[in-house]
């Protein structure tokens, strides 16, 4: 069983390295990317708070690619009405223009390796990923 936990942790920073040369070789950091990814996949109002939650990247990370993505113009951001402090943010049209391109290359990669992988074993895979998330917090008291 240790054999395999440690194969299991070579292969989560394998991945997370994988992802992190992906994204710099777009020209971006693995957090730019998720920032990114977040104005794609989220077709709600977005705030730094609300994208610093969803990916644990520290809001000050978070403001610092906001800034850069500003001054690219990629993302505009307006106050909400009932709170002035808080703004929403949004993609702009040459900023939709730019994750579609980015976001649909990885997406492009990504169903590659997932045809190449099969339909039976990607469903194999989430479904353990799914009872490992499970089973991890069930036990997260365990020693309590």
């Given at each position: 069983?240790?054999?395999?936990?440690?194969?299991?942790?070579?292969?989560?920073?394998?991945?997370?390295?994988?992802?992190?040369?992906?994204?710099?070789?777009?020209?971006?950091?693995?957090?730019?990317?998720?920032?990114?990814?977040?104005?794609?996949?989220?077709?709600?109002?977005?705030?730094?708070?609300?994208?610093?939650?969803?990916?644990?990247?520290?809001?000050?990370?978070?403001?610092t690619i906001l800034k850069d993505y500003m001054q690219r113009g990629f993302i505009?951001?307006?106050?909400?009405?009932?709170?002035?402090?808080n703004k929403i943010l949004k993609l702009t049209k040459s900023g939709k223009e730019?994750?579609?391109?980015?976001?649909?290359?990885?997406?492009?990669?990504?169903?590659?390796?997932?045809?190449?992988?099969?339909?039976?074993?990607?469903?194999?895979?989430?479904?353990?990923?799914?009872?490992?998330?499970?089973?991890?917090?069930?036990?997260?008291?365990?020693?309590?």
């Amino acid at each position: 069983m240790i054999l395999e936990w440690k194969r299991y942790y070579t292969l989560w920073r394998e991945c997370n390295l994988m992802y992190e040369e992906w994204s710099k070789e777009q020209g971006l950091s693995m957090n730019g990317y998720l920032i990114l990814y977040s104005f794609y996949d989220e077709k709600d109002e977005l705030t730094q708070k609300s994208i610093s939650q969803k990916w644990m990247i520290p809001k000050q990370t978070v403001n610092t690619i906001l800034k850069d993505y500003m001054q690219r113009g990629f993302i505009e951001a307006v106050s909400m009405p009932e709170d002035k402090r808080n703004k929403i943010l949004k993609l702009t049209k040459s900023g939709k223009e730019y994750a579609n391109e980015i976001i649909g290359k990885l997406q492009e990669k990504e169903l590659f390796v997932m045809q190449k992988l099969g339909m039976e074993n990607v469903t194999k895979m989430n479904d353990i990923m799914e009872r490992f998330i499970v089973l991890f917090r069930k036990g997260e008291n365990i020693n309590e």
